[in-house]
C-alpha cells in the first residue's frame, strides 16, 4: 500500500443474482461494471433511487456478497479478506441486535469480535457510548431500546475498533430532526479525526451537507460522480443533478 | 479462538436469556417429576420407571431443544440480519458457526444437566443405588444431542427453511436409531441395488445405538471400554457435519 492506495478501489465490478426455482434460472443485474476510488479521508455518499444498486454495491464492499466479476480493493486488500474488514466499520440501514443483551454487553461482543481484550477494550467501550452518549443506558437490554438509540449503538460499534473507513447504508433513514442532526454531528467528527466515509442515501440535503463527491447510480450503473464545488455555491443543486440523471426524461445528461 | 469462545458466550447467554428455552427447561424438569406419579403405578419396579422415563425425558427435551436452537439460531439470524455485523468483523466465517455451535450445545447440555440434577434427587430420595454406568450414560446422552445439534445445523444451511430442516434433522434421529434394522432388511430383500443404497445410507446417517448407553443399564456386564469408542466416533461425525457446515457458510451470499 502506497501514500495514493485510494482507500476504496472498484474496478469493473459486476454482480447478477442468479435465482433458481423448479429447474429455471432466473438473472437479475444488481451491478454493472462500476469504476470508482474513493480517496483516503474523504467523504463519498452514493446516491440513487429504490433498487438502484446501493445496498448491493455496500455488501459486496464488506465481502457480505460475491462479486460476478470485477474487483474490490479496500486499502490495497481484497473484500472480504480480514486485512480489509479489519479496515472497515459499518453500520446497517436498520441496525439489528441482539435484544436480549444490553447495549455495553453487545459493544463488548463485537470489540472481541474486533480483537479487543482486556482493558482496552473497557475502554475503547466507554469511549464509544460517550461519543454516541448512550452511557446511561448502556446496561438496559437491547428491547428496551428506541429506533435513536439503536441507531447510536450501531453507531458505536461501527468505529469501536477505530478502522480507517466507515460504510454506512443509509444511516439517516428514520430519524427525528434532533436525531438527523446528532447523527450529521457524529459523522463529520470522525471524518475530522481522519476517517473515510462511505454512505448510501436517500436524504439528499444531508448528502449535500456532508459529502466531499457524491456517486449517482441508476438501475445498477454508476453514471455520475458530482465534486462538492459542483453543488456547494448553489443550494439545492445537489437535488437538481440528481432528479436530470435519474429521470428517464433526461437520460441525455448521463 | 478468542473469538469462537466470545460467540459462544454470547450465544450461551442469548439461550439462557430466551424465554421459549426455559419453558423448554421448566417442562422437563416437570416431565421428570411427574416419572415419580409413574413410579408410584409401577408398585415393585419403582425405581426403574423413574430411571428409564427420567432420561428418556431428558434426552427427548434435550434433543428438542438442540433442534429448536440450532435450526433457528443461524436462520434467524440471516432473517433478522444481526448475522451482517459478525460477519463484517475480521474473523473468518468458520468463527460463526464454531462459536455458534459450541454456545448452543453449552446451552443444551446445562439445561440437560439441570434435569438430570432433579432426576437424581428423586432416585437418591426413592432409596436408588447408584451405579456407574448410570453416570456413564450421562455423557453418552450429552453426545448424542451433540451430534443431532451439528446436523441440525447442517440442515439449516442446507435448506434454508426452520420446517424443512427440522424434518430432515428428525428424519436423521429416527434412522440414526435403526442403523442394524435397515440393514437387515435391505439383507433380506436380496437385492444388491438396495443393499448398495442402504450402505451409502448407513455412512451418511448417525450411529445413535452405539451412545445408548442407557440401554444397557440392566445387563449385568457390559463393558465399560465400549464408551471410549463411541465418544470418539461422536466427536469424528460432528467434526464431519460441523467442516461440512462450514463449507457450505463459506459460500453463502446475505
Known amino acids: 500500500m502506497t501514500a495514493d492506495t485510494p482507500a476504496l478501489a472498484v474496478t469493473d465490478l459486476t454482480k447478477i443474482y442468479r435465482r433458481s426455482h423448479l429447474g429455471r434460472t432466473k438473472t437479475t443485474r444488481g451491478v454493472e461494471k462500476i469504476n470508482l476510488a474513493v480517496r483516503d479521508g474523504e467523504v463519498f455518499g452514493l446516491l440513487g433511487l429504490n433498487g438502484s444498486g446501493k445496498t448491493t454495491t455496500i455488501k459486496l464492499l464488506l465481502g457480505l456478497l460475491f462479486p460476478t466479476s470485477g474487483r474490490i480493493d479496500v486499502l490495497g486488500a481484497p473484500a472480504g479478506s480480514r486485512a480489509a474488514k479489519a479496515a472497515i466499520g459499518y453500520l446497517p440501514e436498520i441496525p439489528y441486535f441482539y435484544k436480549y443483551l444490553s447495549g455495553r454487553e453487545v459493544l463488548t461482543f463485537y470489540g472481541q469480535l474486533s480483537g479487543l481484550t482486556g482493558e482496552a477494550l473497557r475502554q475503547r467501550v466507554d469511549a464509544a457510548l460517550d461519543v454516541v452518549r448512550m452511557k446511561d443506558h448502556a446496561r438496559r437490554a437491547m428491547r428496551e431500546y428506541s429506533k435513536g438509540m439503536l441507531q447510536r449503538i450501531g453507531l458505536a460499534q461501527s468505529f469501536l475498533h477505530d478502522p480507517k473507513i466507515l460504510i454506512y447504508d443509509e444511516p439517516v433513514t428514520g430519524l427525528d430532526p434532533l436525531g438527523l442532526r446528532e447523527m450529521r454531528e457524529i459523522i463529520q467528527g470522525l471524518n475530522q479525526k481522519g476517517k473515510t466515509i462511505f454512505f448510501s442515501s436517500h436524504s439528499i440535503s444531508e448528502v449535500e451537507k456532508l459529502c466531499h463527491r457524491v456517486g449517482i447510480l441508476v438501475q445498477g450503473r454508476l453514471v455520475r460522480v458530482v465534486e462538492q464545488k459542483e453543488w456547494a455555491a448553489e443550494p439545492g443543486r445537489l437535488e437538481e443533478v440528481f432528479v436530470q440523471t435519474v429521470s428517464p426524461d433526461h437520460a441525455h445528461v448521463r | ?254
Not at chain 2, 444481526?82 to 468458520?94: E, G, M, S
Open chain 2, 1 to 254: 479462538m478468542t473469538s469462537i469462545f466470545s460467540i459462544a458466550r454470547y450465544t450461551l447467554t442469548q439461550q439462557l436469556r430466551n424465554r421459549l428455552y426455559l419453558v423448554i427447561i421448566l417442562f422437563g424438569v416437570l416431565m421428570v417429576g411427574a416419572s415419580v406419579l409413574f413410579g408410584a403405578v409401577a408398585a415393585d419396579q419403582e425405581i426403574r420407571v423413574i430411571l428409564d422415563l427420567g432420561f428418556a425425558t431428558t434426552e427427548f427435551f434435550g434433543l428438542a431443544m438442540a433442534l429448536f436452537g440450532a435450526v433457528t439460531l443461524v436462520l434467524e439470524e440471516m432473517e433478522s440480519k444481526t448475522i451482517y455485523l459478525i460477519l463484517t468483523r475480521p474473523q473468518p466465517r468458520a468463527t460463526y458457526i464454531l462459536g455458534r455451535f459450541l454456545g448452543l450445545v453449552l446451552a443444551v447440555w446445562t439445561g440437560m444437566a439441570l434435569m438430570e440434577v432433579m432426576h437424581f434427587a428423586l432416585l437418591l430420595f426413592k432409596g436408588w443405588k447408584a451405579d456407574p454406568l448410570t453416570f456413564a450414560a450421562l455423557p453418552a446422552m450429552g453426545l448424542k444431542v451433540m451430534i443431532m445439534t451439528a446436523l441440525a445445523l447442517l440442515c439449516s444451511l442446507l435448506f434454508t427453511s426452520a420446517p424443512t430442516a427440522t424434518v430432515f434433522s428428525l428424519f436423521f434421529w429416527v434412522l440414526g436409531h435403526f442403523g442394524e434394522e435397515i440393514r437387515f432388511l435391505a439383507k433380506k430383500s436380496g437385492q444388491p441395488v438396495a443393499m448398495a443404497l442402504v450402505k451409502g445410507l448407513l455412512w451418511i446417517l448417525p450411529n445413535l445405538t452405539m451412545l445408548n448407553l442407557r440401554d444397557h443399564l440392566e445387563i449385568p456386564g457390559f463393558p465399560l471400554t465400549q464408551i471410549l469408542p463411541a465418544a470418539l466416533y461422536a466427536l469424528l461425525y460432528t467434526g464431519a457435519a460441523l467442516s461440512l457446515s462450514i463449507a457450505l457458510f463459506a459460500r453463502k451470499e446475505f
